[in-house]
C-alpha cells in the first residue's frame, strides 16, 4: 500500500471537519433516544420489551462507534504551530481561480505577515470552506465578484468578505449566524457549522455585519500568535 501523501491528508482532514458536526447532532440524538427509551422500557407490555431491548442495543452499538470516532480524531494530527494566514488564505484562493469559475474572487491580504496559532489543517479547512462556499453562494447572483480584505491590527486579523458589487447578502447565504441559538445549531448548513466551529477552535469570532456602504459583509475576527 502506498503511504498517504499531504494532500490525501490533507483531505482526509477536510472530510473530518465536515463530519463533526454531523458526529455531535447524531451523538445528541442517540444520547437522548437511549435515555427515553430506558425510561419507556419500563412501562411497555412485557411482549414488546424484548424488542426494545434491541433497538437499544443497536443504538448503543451505533453511539459508541461515534465515540470511538471522536477519540481518534483528538489523537490525529501535528502539534499546533505559527501559520502565516495570509500565506494559507492566498493559496485557497488560488485553489478557487484554478476551477476558472465564472464568478471573481479578489484577495487583499494584510501588509504585514498574520501569524496565528493553531493547527495547520485547521486553517487550510477553514481559508478553503470560506472562498469555495462564498463563491457557491454567489453563483446566480447579480454580483460581479467576491472581495477578501485583510486587515492586521496590534493583537487580531480581521478578514471581511463581501460581494464587489451588490448590497445583496447572497454570497453569505451559506453563513447565516444570525439568530441562531447554541441549541439550535443543527438548523445552520453544514459549511456554517464547520465554520464557526473552526473560527472558535482558534479563539475568534465569525459573524455577518452591514459596512458602511450598507454591504452585508462576513466578517472573521481572528487573534494574533504571541
Known sequence: MQPANVNDLEQMAFLAELARPVAHETNNFLNNLLL?????????????????????????????????????????????????????MEEAVAAQRAEARAIQLVLTTAREPSWIRAFLT????????????????????????????MERTQQRILLRMFDTESSSPELLRW??????APTERHT???????????????GGSIRIEKDGKARMVLLVDLPLAV
Open 36 to 88: 427515553q427509551l430506558a425510561i419507556s422500557e419500563k412501562t411497555i407490555p412485557e411482549p414488546y420489551r424484548s424488542d426494545w431491548r434491541n433497538i437499544r442495543r443497536e443504538g448503543k452499538k451505533l453511539a459508541d462507534l461515534l465515540q470511538q470516532w471522536q477519540r481518534h480524531r483528538k489523537l490525529a494530527g501535528a502539534a499546533p504551530g505559527k501559520i502565516d494566514l495570509n500565506q494559507i
Open 175 to 180: 453563513f447565516d449566524f444570525e439568530d441562531v
Open 122 to 149: 485547521d486553517v487550510r479547512c477553514l481559508c478553503f470552506l470560506l472562498t469555495r462556499y462564498a463563491l457557491e453562494g454567489s453563483e446566480g447572483s447579480a454580483a460581479g465578484g467576491v472581495e477578501i480584505r
Open 188 to 202: 445552520l448548513s453544514l459549511p456554517a457549522l464547520c465554520c464557526r466551529s473552526l473560527v472558535e477552535r482558534l
